[in-house]
């Protein structure tokens, strides 16, 4: 099992930069390094799209392209913590924001750009960028 549990999120205007955070914690015998861990956001009345992804043990990250440029994820090992820096924000960028993971097997079928790929999800944390 894992379990996700982000923050960060708020009011920002356009142009200003938020950073996001999700504690990630494996349970029992499970570790995070069989994990792909990703970001996917959801506007009401859409799917939850995807937003960037990286494999727990590091590298083979990915973006979607309406953010490339503006987005990083990264994460910290030893915190187990998960991160987005959001610069350059935009209107469009105003959503829910979710944390969530998928195992290793699945990452590299490149099931990390669909929501329903993924097995496990944070609760979410509203980001609303004013224009």
């Known amino acids: 099992q894992v379990q996700l549990v982000e923050s960060g999120g708020g009011l920002v205007q356009a142009g200003d930069s938020l950073r996001l955070s999700c504690e990630c914690a494996?349970?029992?015998?499970?570790?995070?390094?069989?994990?792909?861990v990703g970001w996917l956001r959801q506007v009401p009345g859409k799917e939850r799209e995807f937003v960037a992804a990286?494999?727990?043990?590091?590298?083979?990250?990915h973006y979607a392209d309406s953010i490339k440029g503006r987005f990083t994820i990264s994460r910290d090992k030893p915190k187990k913590m998960l991160y987005l820096q959001m610069d350059n924000l935009k209107s469009d960028d105003t959503a829910m924001y979710y944390c969530?993971?998928?195992?290793?097997?699945?990452?590299?079928?490149?099931?990390?750009?669909?929501?329903?790929?993924?097995?496990?999800w944070g609760q979410g944390t509203q980001v609303t960028v004013s224009s």
């Open positions: 969530a993971a998928l195992a290793l097997d699945k990452y590299y079928r490149n099931s990390y750009t669909r929501h329903d790929g993924y097995e496990y």
């Open positions: 990286m494999t727990w043990i590091g590298g083979n990250i």
């Open positions: 494996a349970t029992g015998a499970t570790s995070l390094n069989g994990y792909g």
